[in-house]
């Protein structure tokens, strides 16, 4: 992401704050769940892109899910749970 892009993303949560973009962000996933378009998985990462930006046990789950999934590549979880 680019600063003027997170500029934007914070401008707009700071707008509409946490609870109008929760509630924005369960009416796109439905819509995208019904359409499955593109255009819906965008605003579904804009949504959540500003939930990352403005939560910080968020972006530490994050990091610690994507670390997991990284060490677990190395130990060949993946492959194990294939062969079951």
Known sequence: MNEK???KLRIIYGHF?????DEKLWEEVNEWLES???????DMLVLLMQKYLHNQKLRDLVD???DRTLFR???N???Q????
Not at 36 to 42: I, R, V, Y
């Open 81 to 84: 749970e294939l062969l079951v």
């Open 73 to 75: 590549i190395t130990e």
């Open 64 to 66: 610690f899910k994507v």
């Open 17 to 21: 704050g946490i609870k109008t973009q």
């Open 5 to 7: 892009l997170l500029m």
């Open 77 to 79: 979880y993946y492959e």
């Open 36 to 42: 499955g378009e593109l255009e819906e998985e965008a």
